[in-house]
């Protein structure tokens, strides 16, 4: 039985790559239609206040520590251990173990430009990987004609795993709203099509370790990025810092 610990509101598992892997596997093996959310800061301050997605993220089979504030904070809450499973890596671990288990996998989000060149890199590091489907979804909502046959495509791909790659907080909802209709299990990725594409280089892995990956990001992206970094972090620092001192004065 997975550990689990509240960090805010999220629940978030105590996990590592190698038991979120297979799990993953495993659900995918057995068909069950289930969706994984890779957490960071963002997705907790994107459920804080939030209680539809809040309800999202908390009934996912699985909610991994994406970001080191929540590494940080799984320590602070009595489980030492704790390590990064970072959804970037994590699909690579997936696409690994999917390749030698002979599982298809589908790819849904991204740009056309993006998705070939992912497709391309993708087969380069894995070349037993069966990347069964690809679907760049346009930049607005569906309507329902086009939401059947994209779900239509999928399910009769015959993947076992379906990587989502719509951003937060689309790609949650998206794969809440649609993980009963196929049976897969998804995974939510969020920039990993963009960085395993090379379309967006990731950060240095010493300033990812200090958990300063956001400074990186920010400064490649800063219109885009500049309030989730520069108002949501500091409001996680203050609210966990509530959280982590209230506990310790109950204990």
């Known amino acids: ?12 598992d105590c996990t590592d790559y190698g038991q979120a892997t297979a ?29 539809s997605y809040q309800e999202i993220i908390n009934q996912a089979v699985l909610v991994t520590p994406d970001g080191m ?43 056309e430009d993006c998705l070939q060149q992912l497709k391309v890199n993708l087969i380069k590091r894995f070349p037993k990987l069966k990347i069964v489907g690809a679907d760049s979804p346009p930049f607005r909502p569906l309507e329902p004609e086009e939401e059947k046959n994209a779900l239509a495509k999928i399910k009769q791909s015959g993947a076992g795993i379906l990587f989502v790659g719509l951003g937060c907080p689309k790609q949650e ?6 993980y009963q209709k196929i049976d897969l299990v998804m995974v939510g990725v969020g920039a990993a099509f963009n960085f395993h594409s090379g379309l967006v280089s990731q950060a240095p892995r010493w300033l990812m370790a200090m958990g300063l990956e956001w400074l990186y990001r920010l400064r490649m992206e800063p219109k885009r990025l500049w309030r989730r970094y520069l108002i949501n972090n500091p ?17």
Not at 235 to 251: H, Y
């Open 173 to 178: 909802i998206w794969m809440a709203n649609h």
């Open 235 to 251: 409001a996680f620092i203050v609210l966990f810092t509530w959280q982590w001192l209230t506990n310790k004065t109950t204990l």
């Open 23 to 51: 799990t993953i596997i495993n659900l995918a093996k057995a068909a069950i239609a289930s969706y994984v959310v890779a957490a960071n800061v963002h997705v907790v301050m994107s459920a804080y206040g939030n209680k």
């Open 1 to 12: 039985m997975t550990i689990s610990r509240t960090i805010i509101s999220t629940r978030i």
């Open 69 to 111: 504030p929540l590494v940080w904070g799984l320590k602070l809450l009595g489980y030492p251990q704790a390590t990064r499973v970072y959804g970037p890596d994590l699909m690579l671990t997936i696409c690994q173990r999917a390749a030698a288990e002979n599982l298809g996998i589908y790819l849904y989000g991204g740009t």
